[in-house]
């Protein structure tokens, strides 16, 4: 319990709790490990649970309709996969169709070994139904994700150098680990 109260005090969304919620919600939650290359969440799979990223960077793409983990690692798609963001530690996954109560919108893989923290859907809600604190992030969490939507429209509206430009600051501001940065 001691082990999940730390990772939950990790986490922005959680931080400002009072103790006894903190206490509480251990029995909520999993912590799970992913190794790299696995698929965490599979765009078009029921929504079961929402997660915290606790370390580790993933990607999240759109399209590629992955069926099993093989064809991830044959890259043995059908469909043009679309990378549509890489985030690391503190972010949320799978919220929006946890909320929504939909299929899974994206898919996410693990590009190093990662920790994350999941709840199933019913305690996510019952969570920020709870927690006017963890409501009022997970609201500002979904605002920001519309802004960078927003500014990836503008982005392809830009040219190739425009874009090239902007991803190489991205990349440098999150300090990927050495392997992933191709050679």
């Known amino acids: 319990e001691f082990t999940s109260i730390l990772a939950l005090q990790n986490l922005p969304m959680f931080n400002g709790l009072p103790e006894a919620e903190l206490k509480r919600l251990p029995a909520l939650m999993a912590i799970r490990s992913y190794p790299k290359n696995s698929i965490i969440l599979r765009q078009g799979d029921p ?51 946890a909320l929504l109560n939909t299929k899974r919108t994206a898919s996410v893989i693990a590009l190093t070994d990662c920790n994350l923290i999941e709840f199933q859907r019913a305690d996510f809600i019952e969570c920020l139904e709870r927690n006017p604190l963890v409501a009022m992030y997970t609201m500002q969490y979904l605002a920001s994700r519309v802004v960078e939507s927003n500014r990836q429209v503008e982005l392809q509206l830009a040219g190739i150098e425009g874009r090239v430009i902007s991803l190489l600051r991205e990349l440098k501001k999150m300090k990927l680990p050495e392997d992933l940065y191709p050679t």
């Open 47 to 97: 929504s079961s649970h929402v997660a915290f990223l606790l370390s580790g960077f993933v990607k999240v793409t759109k399209g590629g309709k992955f069926t099993k983990q093989a064809d991830l690692e044959k890259r043995s798609t059908k469909r043009r996969e679309i990378a549509v963001a890489i985030l690391n530690e503190g972010h949320m996954l799978g919220e929006v169709a």
